[in-house]
């Protein structure tokens, strides 16, 4: 008999999903306008503890809103982790701006210390600018990846944004629901602007959407604008800068609305199987013991990637690979990277296993007892 396929991460929607969304339908209120849209920044913000919140069409619009409004424009540089999704890295080029790809720690993100030193050995800050030696770009921001729901040492980049002058653009994409147990402060809550993602994979999901909030709130107000075509006169027509269309539908708001109902269930569903996986004895990747995090993604690490991708994959279970690394890719070959190593470990070693918030305890047995049947092959 063939087995039931698991898949990786797909949305739980056990919640008042369709009753939200027949709401909107039944009103005809599907588009960028409508009052769920508020509703739903409203909720988020109080979440995160925040004043104002964006709502947009995608964490990628956010992420480019973000760039936009930090002031990253032609010709400057951004620092970027290499190791992440790409959505994190291409809105740099969106603006015209570079990348310069960085290492990460051992909880997969950015390597504070070694981008420190990079700064300290490559760069020179002359009239309050942060120039690196080599192209004579002004580094203008750092983008920080929550990664799997981890969080970067915010407090280490704060610091050093202070001292160097740039923005601080956290991609909380992967990370709703992380806080700092010292302070409280939630991931996307800390830099200069912070964005989300309810794409269908992360922890909830509006289709797809994203949010984006920032220290000063004058920055959410203006990215709310620009996200509506930057229009000044709804009945004339007057637009006063280049504005996009990255404003999330009501549509999207009204799922965002029941899903999040279930953040805090889903949060601790992903600890409980994390900790599951781990009792079984397998080989997974910590979070961070001074942060709470959502645990978005599980990283099992191995010596034998592909093979053990393939083995699961024979027995209907999905898994992947960590993102191949974003330097190595056909776009940003002759960008700049500083001293890659971390990342490339990780990088060959990484496999991640399903993390579905509604697995049930039958599935994550087979998937721990295809892994050990694995190992033993071996
Ligand atoms: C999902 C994700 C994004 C992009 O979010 P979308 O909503 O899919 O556009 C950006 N960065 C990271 C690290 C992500 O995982």
């Known amino acids: 008999m063939k087995e039931k396929f698991i898949p990786l991460s797909i949305p739980n929607f056990n919640g008042k ?3 939200y969304v027949t709401n909107v339908v039944k009103d005809a209120w599907v588009s960028t306008g409508g009052a769920e849209i508020q509703k739903f920044e409203e909720v988020f913000a109080k979440y995160v503890k925040t004043d104002l919140a964006c709502a947009v069409q995608s964490g990628t619009a956010g992420l480019h809103l973000a760039m ?9 540089e951004v620092i970027v982790p290499a190791l992440t999704f790409i ?8 603006c015209g701006a570079e990348p310069v790809f960085m290492d990460c720690n051992d909880f997969l993100c950015l390597d ?13 800050f002359i009239d309050d600018k942060l120039i690196n030696k080599k192209s004579h770009r002004h580094i203008k921001a750092v ?17 050093l944004g202070k001292q160097y002058n740039f923005k601080i653009i956290e991609d909380a994409t992967e990370a709703l629901g992380t806080y700092e147990k010292s302070t409280g402060k939630f991931a996307g809550t800390i830099g200069d602007f912070g964005v989300y993602s309810f794409n269908g994979n992360k922890i ?6 994203g949010m984006l909030v920032a220290n000063n709130p004058d ?8 996200s509506t075509q930057a229009k000044d006169d709804l009945v004339y027509f007057v637009h006063n800068e280049i504005g996009y269309n990255y404003r999330m539908t009501n549509l999207q708001a009204a799922l965002g609305l029941a899903q999040f109902e279930q953040l805090e269930e889903f949060i601790k569903i992903k600890e409980i199987n994390y900790n599951k996986y781990l009792d079984a004895g397998l080989n997974l990747l910590p979070f ?12 099992l690490v191995t010596d034998k990637r592909d093979e053990l991708i393939k083995y699961m994959n024979e027995n209907q279970i999905q898994t992947r690979p960590i993102w191949k690394l974003i330097n190595t890719l056909k776009p940003y070959l002759n960008a700049q990277s500083y001293k890659i190593e971390r990342a490339k470990k990780y990088y060959d070693h990484i496999v991640n296993i399903p993390c579905s918030t509604n697995l049930t305890d039958k599935e994550i047995e087979r998937v721990i007892k295809t892994i050990k049947n694995f190992d033993e092959a071996k």
């Open 204 to 209: 909830i999901t509006t289709g797809g959407g």
């Open 112 to 124: 504070v210390n070694k981008l420190e030193e990079f700064i300290k050995e490559e760069c020179d």
């Open 17 to 19: 999903e369709l009753e």
């Open 143 to 159: 983008v920080a990846v929550h990664i799997f729901g981890n969080m970067v040492d915010m407090d280490s980049l704060i610091t």
């Open 68 to 76: 936009i409004l930090a002031g990253v424009t032609y010709g400057d």
């Open 219 to 226: 920055d959410v107000k203006h990215a709310k604008y620009l």
């Open 87 to 94: 959505a994190a890295v291409n809105p740099v080029k969106y």
């Open 288 to 299: 961070d013991k001074n942060i709470r995090s959502n645990r978005w993604f599980y990283s």
